[in-house]
């Protein structure tokens, strides 16, 4: 068995520390990265990108890793300490939206915003400006990569989603009276096809265990299911099963206090009725 190195001499970022040991491990074992892959059962590419830091991979990875090379947690130590470094969260969500793309099923709650796959452009550009970005080409680039993301909802063999929305949700209005009104009329429209379901968590259900935390749950098509979980500032992958079970639960006791699909329509359509009904002048 490999001896644990001290780290005194080593990277002490956590990603580059990670990258490191990947490396140095796999050059002391004189293996190729095809070998790894064989011994595992990964494509062998996989390794190639976590030891040219384009990913991290999974604890699962990291530990099967570990026992591999003979060195007990290590190597899941170090990932853990990788996955909570803040530069990690850009590449953590480019994970998800790739695991998006490949889901068979969708659940999510939203306890502020409409939800992404359900945004109108203009809700996008709202939400984009208030997150720093200016007017201009990088906007419009991200504006419109958002919309492309929208579509899986509606191509053929889209996945199954569900959606549990906070009442807040509906009462945070756009500025714009229009667009807002757009927005109401999108999430109707969403409520009437088949693979979409729209549940509205009502201000009496009181404060409940996922009130700030917008979670997202992805079934993949190999049957095993993640979690995405973000705060304002912050988000996180979580893969393993424990963590991801226990979030479910919390999902399902939520969905126990919801209104019904029918109730939230209901709620939606008489929303989107009371602002046709504005004013024209009015915001």
Same mark, same amino acid.
């Given at each position: ?16 520390? $990670? ?17 790894? !892959? ?8 996989? $390794? ?69 796959? @359900? ?41 199954? $989603? ?7 949700? @509906? ?31 009502? $201000? ?27 705060? !304002?500032?912050?988000?996180? @992958?979580?893969?393993?099963?424990? !963590? ?40």
């Amino acid at each position: 068995m490999p001896p644990r190195r001290a780290v005194t001499g080593r990277s002490q970022e956590p990603r580059q520390r $990670f990258i490191e040991e990947l490396r140095l491990l796999r050059a002391q074992k004189g293996v190729s990265l095809r070998q790894v !892959g064989e011994a595992l059962g990964w494509d062998w590419s996989l $390794f190639g990108k976590m030891e040219g830091g384009q990913t991290i991979g999974s604890p699962e990875v990291a530990q099967a890793l570990d026992q591999y090379y003979g060195t007990g947690d290590l190597l899941l130590t170090l990932w853990e300490l990788a996955a909570g470094d803040p530069k990690q969260f850009k590449e953590r969500y480019r994970r998800y939206m790739t695991l998006e793309a490949e889901a068979t099923g969708i659940q999510k709650y939203s306890p502020s915003v409409v939800p992404g796959l @359900l945004q109108t452009k203009a809700y996008v550009r709202r939400m984009l400006i208030l997150g720093g970005l200016s007017p201009g080409v990088e906007l419009d680039e991200q504006v419109e990569a958002r919309m492309n993301r929208r579509k899986i909802l509606s191509d053929d063999g889209g996945p199954q $989603f569900r959606a549990i929305l906070d009442e807040t949700v @509906l009462c945070r209005a756009l500025p714009d009276r229009g667009e807002w009104q757009d927005q109401l009329k999108h999430l109707n429209e969403a409520i009437q096809q088949d693979n979409v379901t729209l549940q509205v968590l009502p $201000f009496a259900a009181g404060l409940c265990e996922m009130s700030n935390t917008d979670t997202s749950f992805l079934r993949l098509p190999e049957g095993r299911t993640v979690a995405w979980v973000e705060t !304002g500032y912050d988000g996180k @992958l979580v893969e393993e099963n424990a !963590g991801v079970e226990r979030l479910q639960f919390s999902y399902d006791r939520l969905r126990d206090h919801a209104l019904s699909p029918c109730e939230s329509a209901e709620l939606i359509q008489r929303l989107l009725e009371e602002v046709q009904c504005l004013p024209l002048d009015s915001k």
